[in-house]
């Protein structure tokens, strides 16, 4: 089935470094794809999405890169902090539907 | 800044009973939506509502789950007769409009079922 999944299960970065959490995905009739923060005993946070027909989103501190080439989405956290620590999931969205499709999950460790 | 809420935080319930989880979303929000999250596994889609019916659902929302807006402001989950491997945490979620993706996420429900 198609699925949207995570290349690797943990990312431990120092304070001030940056950071670039991958994710692939294979429904290539998504519309959006999304980045959701998840902080230990809280529910998903929206940190940003990029439409289908980009390839680069910017936020403040964060760039979302989309590859449709390769279905390969990327998060870039500029300058991690220790507030940033936590699992974070890639997603993707259809307008045609409603439902969020959640991939497996990247904790990001940020060491002082 | 408005945010979705849930409650209980934590259930415990005995397998075969009912729960019923509940949620008040944003208020100018018209979607809702239940997921939910194993430990340590990604977050599910369970159940989308609109316009006080049921959009879209997952192959894991069976005849055990209902939802329900019984009023202007709760959403809530019924799960009729609750098995072990239905512990997990529920998060509710809403979101203002159609087209987009953002959806904003309550603090979820923890249910443990012994």
């Known amino acids: 089935g198609e699925s949207v999944g995570l290349h690797l299960p943990t990312l431990s970065v120092q304070e001030g470094d940056n950071s670039i959490i991958n994710c692939a995905y294979s429904?290539?009739?998504?519309?959006?794809f999304i980045w959701y923060k998840q902080e230990s005993g809280k529910g998903p946070q929206f940190i940003i999405d990029?439409?289908?027909?980009?390839d680069k989103r910017q936020g403040q501190r964060v760039t979302v890169l989309l590859n449709k080439t390769v279905k390969h989405l990327s998060l870039q956290i500029a300058a991690t902090q220790p507030g940033d620590s936590a699992v974070y999931f890639c997603a993707e969205y259809a307008t045609s539907g409603s439902r969020l499709t959640f991939g497996e999950g990247t904790q990001l460790t940020v060491n002082p | 800044e408005p945010e979705v809420t849930q409650t209980p935080s934590h259930q415990v319930t005995q397998m075969g009973q009912e729960v019923i989880l509940r949620c008040v979303p944003i208020s100018n929000h018209l979607y809702f939506y239940w997921y939910r999250q194993i430990l340590g596994q990604k977050v599910e889609f369970l159940v989308s509502f609109y316009n006080n019916e049921i959009s879209e659902k997952s192959e894991i929302f069976d005849d055990q789950f209902s939802v329900e807006r019984p009023d202007g402001s709760n959403f809530t989950l019924k799960i009729r007769s609750t098995k072990l491997e239905d512990s997990a945490m529920y998060f509710c979620?809403?979101?203002?409009?159609?087209?987009?993706?953002?959806?904003?996420f309550g603090p979820g429900t923890r249910l443990t079922v012994l």
């Open positions: 990029i439409r289908s027909n980009m």
């Open positions: 979620a809403s979101k203002r409009r159609a087209g987009g993706p953002e959806q904003f």
């Open positions: 429904n290539s009739a998504s519309d959006y």
